[in-house]
């Protein structure tokens, strides 16, 4: 993992856009079954969001920026390990 990556955890999502929004932070993972693992860069933008259900990566979604904080692309891997990757326009926009 990055060294200037930060974590945090959280209970769930809202919504259906990327990047996720994560919602109900929580300080610590001790006896929780399932999580959103979160890493963030040095600007405060998610690159990596792990759901984690006993102890295993079940999915996770890696997002990489334009220089803007525009969400530039999206690898989506899902419980099968199969990857999905999504790319934007400077707009935001799916291309």
């Given at each position: 993992?990055?060294e200037k990556w930060h974590t945090r955890y959280f209970i769930s999502?809202?919504?259906?856009?990327?990047?996720?929004?994560?919602?109900?932070?929580?300080?610590?993972?001790?006896?929780?079954?399932?999580?959103?693992?979160?890493?963030?860069?040095?600007?405060?933008?998610?690159?990596?969001?792990?759901?984690?259900?006993?102890?295993?990566?079940?999915?996770?979604?890696?997002?990489?920026?334009?220089?803007?904080?525009?969400?530039?692309?999206?690898?989506?891997?899902?419980?099968?390990?199969?990857?999905?990757?999504?790319?934007?326009?400077?707009?935001?926009?799916?291309?």
């Amino acid at each position: 993992m990055n060294e200037k990556w930060h974590t945090r955890y959280f209970i769930s999502y809202s919504g259906v856009k990327l990047p996720l929004n994560l919602v109900n932070p929580i300080e610590s993972i001790d006896n929780r079954n399932t999580f959103f693992r979160a890493h963030y860069d040095a600007n405060e933008r998610m690159v990596l969001c792990e759901k984690v259900v006993y102890g295993e990566v079940e999915i996770s979604h890696q997002y990489q920026y334009y220089p803007d904080g525009t969400l530039k692309s999206a690898a989506i891997t899902d419980e099968e390990g199969e990857v999905q990757a999504l790319n934007f326009d400077t707009t935001g926009q799916r291309i």
